[in-house]
């Protein structure tokens, strides 16, 4: 905000300032009497700020009201080399805050002992020592009625918290430790309540990888168990719901949250282990995952929710080095369209997805188009980036609409901050409760006009600093200056017409934040882990298991949490990538070896192996030939044939060729997908042709003749032989031969061969039993040659 904002404020009345100061005045003199007759004293001076430090570790009620009494308790520790003596610690009630910038300015030098602040309190509202040794830590706790702190008009009022002592080198009373904070002080209700809308964040980082198992519950696989960590008893995560389920918060969810901890709660994630398997989740953690689910579900109810886009996606890093990727913003598309479905199928409640939050807040024309364009028309902005220009003496209300149905939502930076530091101890959480507060009562004091203001702090708050958040936002439940408001009716409320709502340029953008952004090289690798999934997908007989875990992941990729973890987020980049890779290459054609064709035609089988759990399709197989004029297939350069195969299976797919010339030709098999993209790599092989010509034909073909020809030459000579026998042993007789006799002509079975069956014999000539053989006729030995033309070879299967 515009520091015009602080000159107004609400002050004490003239005539109790001037009793205060006459009153400190009276009882200074007989002090400053006694300096003027001791000439030898030395003045009274701070300590050096390393001397004694003052832990302020509560502050009870954080806002005072009338009849109130005022408890601080805190611990006072000697950091100095020298003894501490007489020493006490008391309460020291400083001057009225008119400005949020005064509320600043003595945040930056809280612990400083010069400068004082303003007097002490006194009397019976101290704790003594009488004695602090180097090192030496001691607790305190002083109480005090309000009505004794001598507070002014309503306002924020300094408080100091001091331990006053004497040392051997300087032996006289002195301040030697102080820690200043904030009271504010409005007893009565104020006449206008500030609107204050305090966002509750819930994110995490990425913890969920694209692998997932081969079985139909398609187990996850975790990057680690830290998730685990953060959901047990005590966790941040289980921290912020905890504290979260009584407040009057809008809560803000990642959908990948959910995702994550939904899988853990049905108990079937996995983890890496060192030798590069996976191991199941311990059983424990699912019912932590499960008691966390439920804890959450029922904080949410009747509460607004708001759903940013599944992952967080950097929005910044998206604007300024991702939309000159091709295919970027479709992404964003995908996680706002993905988290309404995933919250509402978890909380069982309906999100708003209506709002964009950039990192910190910090806008420019680009991040507000691209925030836009996914169908959000509220971006969450904040006071430091989206600042005042007009000079207006107060802050404004949260909404200002920006052009094109577009509302910027622009969260007050001094509270969204109030709780980055390190707030693990007490003492540097009360102080941030207290300035918190401070800087809420000095805006609504600004003006009797009624504005809504939106608190929304970092996105990933630690334990220590949920603590801190949570106290702040009870306080300001039970205080008289501030009521709570929903986001929605934050971004919808009336804007100030005087308000800033022009938003900053490109260039004013904060260098800090830049430096943290994803690169153009980290988008065109998500360009293409999406490029090889859409191609991957097309042969998927079942898409889902593939396209949602790594869709998913692709978002992650994204994610917001990558700021300040480039290493981890390439990593990331990375497996996802190699995973698909992996899978698509489990659909493949398999290495072939040289192969030998005989004949002017010939069939080879190209094999494409699946090793994927489920059937693949969608696919074409091309065989093409190097050298068409010498090997065609299925009669031209190349042919293809869709391919189908099961999972787990292997498929033989036959080609026909047709050689021209003799020669080694290669040969090109490769998938392709249905519109016409290649598919894995291909798998090259030689096909060596030997051409069969005539010669050659007629040689194998009297080769074949003369096999026949003997075989039957051997047929004939057993023939003569056994007709020799039956001649030598004279004609049988009945007995013997059956029903026939000796001369018939007869082919019963008393005779064993019948006119024409002895192969020198000529068809119906008659012989008798014992008729010698004639040395002139003797058998043929060749058979008549074949005329009929040679073969065309024989087909080759391999």
């Known amino acids: 905000?515009?520091?015009?904002?602080?000159?107004?404020?609400?002050?004490?009345?003239?005539?109790?300032?001037?009793?205060?100061?006459?009153?400190?005045?009276?009882?200074?003199?007989?002090?400053?009497?006694?300096?003027?007759?001791?000439?030898?004293?030395?003045?009274?001076?701070?300590?050096?700020?390393?001397?004694?430090?003052?832990?302020?570790?509560?502050?009870?009620?954080?806002?005072?009201?009338?009849?109130?009494?005022?408890?601080?308790?805190?611990?006072?520790?000697?950091?100095?080399?020298?003894?501490?003596?007489?020493?006490?610690?008391?309460?020291?009630?400083?001057?009225?805050?008119?400005?949020?910038?005064?509320?600043?300015?003595?945040?930056?030098?809280?612990?400083?002992?010069?400068?004082?602040?303003?007097?002490?309190?006194?009397?019976?509202?101290?704790?003594?020592?009488?004695?602090?040794?180097?090192?030496?830590?001691?607790?305190?706790?002083?109480?005090?009625?309000?009505?004794?702190?001598?507070l002014g008009d309503d306002g924020v009022y300094e408080l100091g918290v001091a331990l006053s002592g004497r040392t051997s080198a300087q032996p006289w009373e002195q301040l030697l430790g102080i820690q200043r904070t904030f009271l504010p002080w409005q007893p009565s209700e104020a006449d206008s309540k500030t609107k204050t809308t305090f966002l509750w964040p819930l994110l995490s980082t990425a913890h969920m990888t694209a692998r997932t198992g081969a079985g139909e519950l398609q187990t996850p696989v975790f990057l680690d168990d830290d998730l685990a960590s953060e959901l047990a008893p005590g966790g941040r995560l289980a921290r912020m719901v905890d504290l979260g389920k009584d407040l009057d918060v809008t809560w803000v969810i990642d959908p990948d949250l959910l995702a994550s901890v939904d899988a853990m709660a049905v108990g079937n994630y996995r983890l890496p282990a060192a030798d590069g398997t996976t191991t199941a989740g311990p059983r424990e953690?699912?019912?932590?995952?499960?008691?966390?689910?439920?804890?959450?579900?029922?904080?949410?109810?009747?509460?607004?929710?708001?759903?940013?886009?599944?992952?967080?996606p950097d929005l910044a890093s998206l604007a300024h080095n991702g939309t000159s990727v091709t295919g970027s913003l479709s992404h964003l598309k995908d996680a706002t369209d993905v988290a309404a479905i995933t919250v509402k199928t978890v909380l069982h409640v309906t999100p708003t997805t209506d709002f964009a939050w950039p990192v910190n807040g910090?806008?420019?024309?680009?991040?507000?188009?691209?925030?836009?364009?996914?169908?959000?028309?509220?971006?969450?902005?904040?006071?430091?980036?989206?600042?005042?220009?007009?000079?207006?003496?107060?802050?404004?209300?949260?909404?200002?609409?920006?052009?094109?149905?577009?509302?910027?939502?622009?969260?007050?930076?001094?509270?969204?901050?109030?709780?980055?530091?390190?707030?693990?101890?007490?003492?540097?959480?009360?102080?941030?409760?207290?300035?918190?507060?401070?800087?809420?009562?000095?805006?609504?004091?600004?003006?009797?006009?009624?504005?809504?203001?939106?608190?929304?702090?970092?996105?990933?708050?630690?334990?220590?600093?949920?603590?801190?958040?949570?106290?702040a936002v009870r306080a300001l439940r039970g205080s008289t200056w501030s009521q709570s408001q929903d986001l929605t009716a934050a971004a919808k409320a009336e804007p100030d017409p005087r308000a800033t709502t022009r938003i900053p340029s490109t260039s004013v953008y904060p260098s800090s934040l830049r430096r943290h952004e994803l690169p153009r090289t980290a988008f065109e690798q998500i360009a293409r882990t999406q490029d090889k999934l859409d191609n991957f997908q097309v042969i998927l007989t079942d898409q889902s298991r593939v396209v949602t875990p790594f869709g998913r992941a692709i978002n992650r990729e994204m994610s917001t949490s990558w700021r300040g973890r480039g290493g981890e987020a390439d990593s990331y980049r990375g497996d996802v990538e190699a995973w698909l890779d992996g899978l698509a290459d489990q659909v493949k054609l398999i290495d072939k070896s040289e192969t030998k064709l005989s004949g002017r035609s010939a069939t080879i089988p190209v094999t494409v192996q699946n090793n994927l759990v489920q059937p693949v399709g969608h696919l074409v197989l091309r065989l093409t030939s190097t050298m068409p004029t010498r090997l065609k297939i299925g009669g031209k350069a190349y042919y293809e044939q869709r391919v189908e195969v099961s999972g787990g299976?292997?498929?033989?797919?036959?080609?026909?060729?047709?050689?021209?010339?003799?020669?080694?030709?290669?040969?090109?098999?490769?998938?392709?997908?249905?519109?016409?993209?290649?598919?894995?790599?291909?798998?090259?092989?030689?096909?060596?042709?030997?051409?069969?010509?005539?010669?050659?034909?007629?040689?194998?073909?009297?080769?074949?003749?003369?096999?026949?020809?003997?075989?039957?030459?051997?047929?004939?000579?057993?023939?003569?032989?056994?007709?020799?026998?039956?001649?030598?042993?004279?004609?049988?007789?009945?007995?013997?031969d059956g029903p026939g006799t000796a001369g018939e002509d007869t082919d019963g079975p008393g005779n064993p061969e019948a006119p024409g069956d002895r192969p020198?014999?000529?068809?119906?000539?008659?012989?008798?039993?014992?008729?010698?053989?004639?040395?002139?006729?003797?058998?043929?030995?060749?058979?008549?040659?074949?005329?009929?033309?040679?073969?065309?070879?024989?087909?080759?299967?391999?």
Request: proline content about 7%.
């Open 362 to 471: 910090a806008v420019d024309p680009s991040i507000m188009k691209v925030a836009t364009s996914a169908g959000a028309d509220r971006v969450i902005a904040r006071s430091d980036s989206l600042q005042e220009t007009a000079g207006l003496p107060y802050t404004p209300s949260a909404a200002r609409p920006v052009g094109g149905g577009t509302t910027a939502v622009v969260a007050d930076a001094r509270m969204s901050t109030a709780f980055e530091d390190d707030l693990t101890k007490a003492g540097p959480a009360t102080l941030a409760v207290q300035r918190f507060l401070a800087q809420s009562l000095e805006l609504n004091a600004q003006t009797d006009k009624q504005r809504s203001i939106v608190v929304a702090p970092q996105r990933m708050p630690t334990a220590g600093q949920a603590e801190a958040m949570a106290a």
């Open 649 to 736: 299976h292997s498929q033989s797919v036959k080609f026909t060729t047709s050689a021209n010339a003799n020669g080694r030709v290669t040969v090109v098999a490769q998938l392709f997908t249905e519109d016409g993209q290649e598919y894995g790599d291909p798998v090259s092989f030689d096909v060596k042709v030997t051409e069969v010509t005539p010669t050659v034909m007629l040689v194998i073909g009297g080769g074949v003749l003369l096999l026949v020809l003997a075989g039957f030459r051997m047929y004939t000579q057993r023939k003569r032989a056994a007709a020799r026998q039956t001649g030598d042993d004279g004609p049988g007789t009945a007995e013997d």
């Open 760 to 798: 020198d014999e000529k068809p119906g000539s008659a012989s008798g039993a014992d008729d010698p053989e004639q040395p002139s006729d003797p058998a043929p030995d060749t058979a008549p040659e074949n005329a009929d033309p040679s073969g065309t070879g024989e087909r080759v299967d391999r």
């Open 285 to 312: 953690h699912q019912a932590v995952a499960k008691q966390w689910l439920a804890a959450l579900q029922k904080a949410v109810a009747g509460k607004e929710v708001v759903a940013l886009p599944f992952g967080d």
């Open 1 to 150: 905000m515009a520091e015009a904002a602080d000159i107004q404020g609400t002050s004490a009345s003239p005539a109790r300032r001037w009793m205060r100061r006459a009153g400190t005045l009276l009882a200074g003199t007989p002090l400053l009497a006694g300096l003027l007759q001791l000439p030898d004293a030395k003045p009274a001076q701070a300590a050096s700020s390393d001397t004694v430090s003052v832990s302020l570790d509560s502050l009870s009620p954080s806002a005072p009201t009338d009849g109130d009494t005022l408890t601080v308790s805190g611990t006072v520790t000697n950091k100095g080399r020298q003894t501490v003596t007489g020493a006490h610690v008391g309460l020291r009630v400083g001057p009225q805050l008119t400005t949020r910038s005064a509320i600043d300015s003595v945040a930056r030098h809280s612990d400083e002992p010069q400068g004082g602040t303003g007097s002490e309190v006194g009397g019976k509202y101290e704790q003594k020592f009488a004695e602090l040794a180097p090192g030496d830590a001691e607790h305190f706790s002083i109480s005090v009625p309000v009505d004794k702190l001598d």
